[in-house]
């Protein structure tokens, strides 16, 4: 089971086409690449029937794409947190804006994961939210604008006032918690942007998935992180 190293990069498969089955093995052996030619912590969140397949074959940490706030029991159709774990996942993202949570579910789901040693990242739309996000201590939070969210226009140029806010925000509550950015999120001067802003990660999607050269784009944004860090 890989580790996370930070800053790192998150790269979400949802449900699209280009990104399951032999697609998702795949994407994530060019993650396993770029993170080994790079040494920057490249990280996947598959399709749950996914998970399993690519945690046993590829040196990169895998991430759920949800988690339900639940234990063992009469719970059909749910994610159990224990099974994600023992299919090889480190952590997972909760509240994603595609599958959103009510705060007390939120705060249940980062408890359950800690339980059972995954990495919590919760996904937050505001400054606002980020702050009350903070006080649930979750490992990690992302600040993704939902307006922005497929875009193209990246949150770290358009409104970078917006992460330096969250930042300061989340760690006047919670100095543990580390801050990601996502939304709009597609080249490496997105990236660099974002890192510079103060960011320990990015969170991104379709503009690599759907991508025609995919390992190209995870270059250009692992060497922004290693530019940025220079």
């Known amino acids: 089971m890989s580790k996370v190293k ?15 089955g032999e697609r998702a093995v795949k994407l994530s052996e060019l993650a396993e690449k770029v993170s080994s030619e790079t040494n920057v912590c490249v990280c996947v969140a598959p399709q749950f029937v996914d998970i399993p397949v690519i945690a046993r074959r590829f040196n990169v940490p895998v991430f759920a794409q949800h ?5 063992h029991g009469s719970y059909t159709g749910y994610v159990l947190p224990e099974a994600v774990k023992q299919a090889g996942a480190v952590g997972s993202l909760i509240n994603h804006s595609e599958r959103k949570l009510a705060l007390s579910d939120i705060s249940a789901a980062v408890a359950r994961a800690r339980e059972v040693g995954l990495i919590s990242v919760v996904c937050s739309e505001s ?6 996000l903070a006080t ?4 990690m939070i992302a600040i993704e604008p939902p307006e922005l969210i497929g875009t193209g226009v990246a949150v770290s140029k358009a409104k970078p006032e917006i992460i330096t806010s ?3 925000a989340v760690k006047r509550v919670n100095p543990e918690v580390s801050v990601l950015c996502g939304a709009g999120i597609t080249s490496g001067s997105d990236v660099e942007a974002a890192i510079r802003l103060g960011v320990e990660g990015v969170l991104i999607s379709s503009s690599l998935v759907k991508a025609k050269d995919p390992y190209k784009v995870m270059l250009e944004l ?9």
């Open 166 to 168: 969250a930042i300061k």
């Open 136 to 139: 649930l201590k979750p490992d």
């Open 6 to 20: 930070l800053p790192m990069i998150l790269i979400n498969f949802k449900a699209y086409a280009e990104a399951i």
């Open 127 to 132: 400054v606002a939210a980020s702050t009350i």
């Open 222 to 230: 692992a060497e922004a992180i290693l530019s940025s860090k220079g």
């Open 67 to 71: 988690i339900d706030p639940i234990t």
